[in-house]
């Protein structure tokens, strides 16, 4: 497994989460227990992708520019998780809070895949996309309990 695949599997658990959460209401249980999961992922997928992919990125006058940016959505998403966890989930607001949580995150997810990927790619050797792969992938586990 390489750097790519390790972070497009973490992608789609997002995904798979925000989904699941735009659909459901109220402050219920499922609305809590999903939101709960979500935030974790996105919180030790910022900081493995920080450490393991952009880090090494800034490295190279190509890629450094992306990995700022990229960094700096990841404060974004973090600034929206924080308006939800203060918002009342039973509240409409919270709704429209994480629908615009979905959207930035979309974003984000589809602007590293479609764009910085492929500039990361012709940057890092291809020992180096794997290594990093299993360095972020450590990293997610031992971020697990967090």
Aim: proline share 1%; hydrophobic share 40%.
């Amino acid at each position: 497994m390489n750097i790519f695949e390790a972070i497009r599997e973490d992608h789609e658990k997002q995904r798979v989460l925000m989904r699941v959460l735009v659909e459901t209401s109220g402050a219920s249980e499922s609305r809590e227990k999903f939101f709960k999961e979500l935030k974790a992922e996105l919180n030790k997928h910022a900081i493995a992708e920080e450490r393991y992919f952009y880090v090494p990125l800034m490295d190279s006058d190509n890629t450094i520019e992306p990995a700022r940016h990229a960094i700096a959505e990841h404060h974004e998403i973090d600034e929206l998780v924080e308006t939800l966890v203060q918002t009342n989930m039973s509240s409409s607001a919270w709704l429209v809070h994480m629908k615009s949580l979905q959207e930035l995150v979309l974003h984000h997810l589809n602007e590293e895949e479609h764009e910085f990927f492929q500039q990361a790619g012709k940057v890092l050797s291809a020992q180096q996309k794997v290594q990093l792969a299993s360095s972020y992938r450590h990293e997610m586990l031992t971020q697990r309990g967090k």
